[in-house]
Nanobody, 123 residues
Framework: QVQLVESGGGLVQPGGSLRLSCSASGTFFSINVMGWYRQAPGKQRELVAQIPMPSGGSTNYADSVKGRFTISRDSAKNRVYLQMNSLKPEDTAVYYC???????????????WGQGTQVTVSS
């Protein structure tokens, strides 16, 4: 199991910035990918950004956040960050951290989710 703990959400005015953090812990062999999803009221959960772990590969962003959000990692700490700039009211949602991990070298991949952190963009 991978336990994910998010922090950094809150209320911010349009045009402002927030930085989300997510730390992974628990029993696993490796984490292959970590990322951020979001879910607004009445909408489906959607991918925001993801990044390969522990190194290399390329990041992936939703079109709606490209150029404004940046995902980064600290692999030594099994941690990912989401720097969110130029925030818009439509970015308001609960943001969830996720991790795709393996329990053994040749084992299957399983996905874990954090509890979510609220981001509200409003004047």
């Amino acid at each position: 199991q991978v336990q994910l703990v998010e922090s950094g959400g809150g209320l911010v005015q349009p045009g402002g910035s927030l930085r989300l953090s997510c730390s992974a812990s628990g029993t696993f062999f490796s984490i292959n990918v970590m990322g951020w999803y979001r879910q607004a009221p009445g909408k489906q959960r959607e991918l925001v950004a993801q990044i390969p772990m522990p190194s290399g590969g390329s990041t992936n962003y939703a079109d709606s956040v490209k150029g404004r959000f940046t995902i980064s990692r600290d692999s030594a700490k099994n941690r990912v960050y989401l720097q969110m700039n130029s925030l818009k009211p439509e970015d308001t949602a609960v943001y969830y951290c996720n991790a795709d991990a393996k329990r053994a070298p040749l084992g299957s991949t399983f996905r874990s989710w954090g509890q979510g952190t609220q981001v509200t963009v409003s004047s």
